[in-house]
């Protein structure tokens, strides 16, 4: 009896301490994220004026959200996000499982390297980018003088350096948590599955690759989300003639006639598609499992 | 079912020579071990018959085909690694039911298959639990079943029990034993247990340095050690350097440095015939040796020293003596047997004689000069 009651004190006691932990945290999340993303909800629901809002109720803001120009945006918006995260997990899977069977010091060397372009400005990176493949940059000079090509390319300004770009920038997002998860597969179990009969491939995709879903999950948040609001690099490096809903955002914030209201009904609509996505990836790596399991004795 | 067989087998990892020119050959059927501290290239020789390593020479047959080159997954051969490798990711019987599915098994099959190697381990009640929610012992049965199901001519064990505690290691000793007499198939067993090698195998090789060092049925290697690292890895013995007096009939005399003279029985049938003036070591088993404070008065017993106990260690099943002997060490299992109800039990510094039959010593044609005639519980290899 006594112990029980102590049990229930010291459980508490461990409650109490847990929330005060917590709390430094948790009243940042309220105060800069919470509080922020119910002001952008109750703006989105605002009429707009040239400067800023009056506050008169109105759905305008997403009658205009299905206006065929902006779903065209949250389309290009929406393939540019899924594009880059494809890419990234093409190109960083296999940079990320090489990184995980070497040894203990030449991972932290090539970890190293995957983090240095960190230690470099972001906008000064991406400068980088349109100076390499302008037209007169080093991309051209390099493939005219190697006779690819007559004429220099246009590759700057077009959703192909966009695409390039998005890349470059988060690969790192996408091989980090990548890393950290094939690292810790037990490289025996693939001699195993070798040894049951299955090759190369087939070890691959019955054994590494299910146990690597978590880092691929994880990556592809990473990357999906913040590659879904991009704005900076599509206004580098991209072609103006269509824009991105970040940009859209950003011009409806900051020039006149503002429309603060149709800002934030926009990052809604971006949020509804993070959200999708989720739900779709979430509902995709969970049918990875069920597949491999072929529901293979339902009698229970 | 094949006869596998190993050709001159050497393998380098870089300058290492890990494996040295082995040649062996296992009957169909049979359960052998390889034997050996850490290091000494079994499992080397065991990942090589597997198809993860590839020889630096020699060659692989199993049967008439050669193996040598083969991948992994085009051999007969299976595995059970030594942390047992289930996937994690799979159940019981999805691990189970892995090699079949790889081959494209028509699924109502595979389901029979399976349940009846689960239940051949007695698994059936966990089929439907994840790895990380079975135990040791129940993982082990796991990875019997996933090789045993795809049958293979040849089924590899990697150390299988060095993560099992005592009590279980034990019951799955017999566990396998009982298994492979079902089964019927070559099982290779690689342990540097001298204790699960000697209980399971029909045959043993001794492996030292990447060399076979001695093959054969356990108690041959047990009782007739062909060298001195033989007799000291397996079991515990007295090794005595000597020179050798006197070659007489079957009889060989022995002069040791500090002691009285040893007689030996020898057997050309198996021993090796010295001559006068070879030096030699004789091994000479702990248990074989009786102690008393009284001296024999019967005469079948040639070597009778006399000597003084230094050290008594209780073991429970059997007390073990280190009796000094002139400048010798000799170790001396005795169990706790009275002759006589009112008889006492030795004492420290208590004056003692060992006696032994001159056929229980083996003699080896090695001497190590740096190496102290005996050690207690150290292993100077």
Known sequence: MIDRTLEKIEEKRKNRLSWILAAPVLLWLVILFLIPYLIVIIYSFLTPTIYDIQFAFSLESFKRLVDPIYLRSFYISFRLAVVTTIACIFLGYPVAYYIARKTEKVKNILLLLIIIPFWTNFIIRIFAWRIFISANGLLNELLMFAGIIDDPLRILRTDLAVTMVMIYVYLPYMILPLYANIEKIDFTLIEAAMDLGANRLKSFLKVTLPLSKEGIFAGSILVFIPALGAYIIPQLVGNQDYLYVGQIIAYKIKSIPRNWPLASALSLGLLVLVIVMLILLYWFYKRVIKKENKLFFNEK | ?381
């Open chain 2, 1 to 381: 079912m094949e006869k596998l067989i190993l050709k001159n087998i050497t393998k380098y990892f870089g300058g290492f020579r890990a494996v040295n020119n082995v040649s062996m050959e296992i009957e169909p059927g049979e359960l052998y071990s390889f034997l050996g501290p850490s290091g000494c290239g079994k499992t080397t020789l065991l990942r090589m018959i597997a198809g993860f390593e590839t020889p630096s020479s020699g060659k692989i047959f199993l049967g008439k085909n050669e193996i040598t080159s083969l991948p992994p997954y085009k051999r007969q051969v299976n595995t059970i690694f030594q942390n047992y490798s289930l996937f994690p990711h799979k159940t019981v019987s999805e691990n189970v039911a892995f090699g079949l599915q790889i081959k494209k098994i028509p699924k109502v099959e595979i389901q029979e298959q399976v349940m009846e190697m689960l239940k051949l381990v007695k698994m059936e009640s966990e089929k439907n639990k994840y790895p990380s929610m079975i135990s040791g012992g129940q993982k082990q049965r796991v990875a019997i079943a996933r090789a045993l199901i795809n049958k293979p001519q040849l089924l590899l064990l990697d150390e299988p029990l060095a993560a099992l505690d005592l009590k279980l290691r034990q019951h799955m000793l017999i566990e396998l034993m009982n298994i492979h007499d079902m089964v019927g198939i070559t099982f290779i067993y690689v342990t540097h247990d001298q204790g699960e090698a000697i209980s399971i195998s029909d045959r043993v090789a001794v492996m030292n340095e990447g060399e076979v060092v001695q093959e054969g049925p356990p108690e041959e290697i047990y009782e007739k050690p062909n060298s001195i690292f033989s007799a000291y890895f397996i079991g515990d013995t007295n090794l005595i350097t000597g020179e050798v007096l006197d070659v007489k009939d079957e009889y060989v005399e022995l002069k040791c440095k500090g002691s009285d003279n040893f007689y030996f029985e020898i057997d050309s049938a198996y021993h090796f015939i010295p001559n006068v003036g070879d030096k030699v070591t004789v091994s000479l088993r702990p248990e074989k040796i009786a102690i008393s404070r009284n001296e024999p008065k019967r005469k079948d017993y040639f070597n009778i020293v006399p000597g003084i106990v230094e050290d008594i260690l209780y073991l429970g099943t059997h007390t073990q003596y280190i009796v000094k002997v002139g400048d010798l060490k000799f170790r001396v299992f005795s169990q706790h047997k009275k002759v006589y109800v009112d008889e006492k039990e030795l004492d420290w510094e208590e004056e003692v004689f060992l006696f032994w039959h001159d056929t229980d010593s083996y003699l080896i044609n090695e001497v190590r000069e740096e190496m102290l005639p005996v050690k207690n519980h150290e292993i100077p290899l």
